[in-house]
């Protein structure tokens, strides 16, 4: 995503409580019976989609993002290509075929739009379907990426529900040998060799996930259920965060001494997608409110002192509690 421009990137599928936390598998539910509350209603067609067989190229620079994208992808059987950036993309694009393509819009180096009209450019591309990745507060980004030759667009924060729906508009996609929950199911079979964190379902996972439910500011059954109910994934993210990004306070006061803006950004944009992973919703706001002020250069030195030291206290209670579970 581009610096100063966000891209918010989390998955919001409303469940109980106990539904998210106790154990790996969990239903596409409805959206409208979400919203009527009715969360136990059975889902036939998102539960019977499937993408076996279809190639698509996922194209996100946030590994995070990511990571979580291409699982929801391949709990429906679809064949999943990552790259890091539009130039990467096509690159992968001229060297195999795909059926479709995820294409983030906020990237360095080539962004969505730059990557789409070149995309378009090569006639043999021509009726490939290309769908747009951004965020509903990016104004004006639907409209550009319609005009830029993308087929469609989904919103982020993503809902699963709209992402299988879009995805099989454009692909010949519906029931199919794999449901959801099978698909979850084997998907978790062959993950069995992970040690990274413990098997998806184990007590070691629930028991994790009830300490990190614990840190205020953390809401983990949204989180999960962001992820579809998949608490590995909840367990695996907390315990990267916590190994990987220790640095982000760091570097956060070192620019903000330096008066360093474009590094401030840099810093902000990555804790926001994650602190929006981890729901920590509230100080993901914080993060776009920072992100807008310091676009428009409006005086931040004390939001950001305060907002570091915020992070460091999340950051410092997330790996004491996942120590030893990685």
């Not at 075929?97 to 080539?110: E, R, S, T, Y």
């Not at 965020?135 to 667009?153: K, V």
């Not at 962001?226 to 367990?235: E, F, I, K, N, P």
């Amino acid at each position: 995503s581009r610096y100063g421009h966000g891209s918010i990137f989390s998955l919001e599928l409303s469940l109980p409580i106990d539904a998210a936390i106790a154990g790996p598998e969990s239903s596409v539910v409805p959206r409208e019976a979400e919203a009527a509350g009715t969360l136990n209603a059975p889902s036939a067609t998102m539960a019977e989609v499937s993408l076996r067989g279809h190639a698509i190229l996922l194209i996100e620079d946030n590994k995070i993002n990511q990571e979580v994208v291409q699982h929801l992808l391949e709990m429906v059987g679809a064949e999943v290509t990552v790259a890091n950036d539009g130039l990467q993309g096509i690159q992968l694009l001229h060297g195999q075929p795909f059926d479709l393509v995820l294409m983030d819009i906020h990237m360095p180096n080539m962004d969505g739009f730059e990557a789409t009209a070149e995309i378009r450019a090569d006639p043999k591309f021509a009726r490939l379907p290309i769908l747009a990745l951004t965020a509903n507060a990016l104004e004006g980004d639907f409209e550009r990426c319609l005009a830029a030759g993308m087929n469609d667009y989904i919103a982020k924060p993503i809902h699963p529900n709209e992402l299988f729906s879009t995805l099989a508009r454009h692909l010949d996609a519906g029931p199919g040998s794999a449901s959801v929950s099978q698909a979850s199911k084997a998907l978790d079979g062959r993950r069995t060799g992970n040690t990274a964190t413990p098997a998806a379902g184990s007590g070691e996972h629930t028991a994790l996930l009830a300490r990190l439910a614990e840190i205020p500011g953390i809401d983990v059954a949204q989180a999960v259920s962001r992820m579809m109910g998949r608490q590995h994934l909840y367990a695996q993210l907390a315990c990267r965060v916590a190994a990987e990004r220790s640095d982000m306070v760091e570097k956060l006061d070192t620019a903000r001494r330096l008066g360093d803006r474009k590094s401030l950004l840099e810093v902000i944009h990555g804790a926001k997608s994650i602190l929006g992973m981890l729901g920590a919703d509230a100080m993901q706001q914080r993060c776009i409110d920072l992100q807008q002020r310091l676009s428009d250069g409006a005086a931040v030195d004390d939001d950001i002192a305060s907002f570091a030291a915020d992070l460091a206290t999340l950051l410092q209670r997330l790996g004491a509690l996942t120590r030893g579970s990685d």
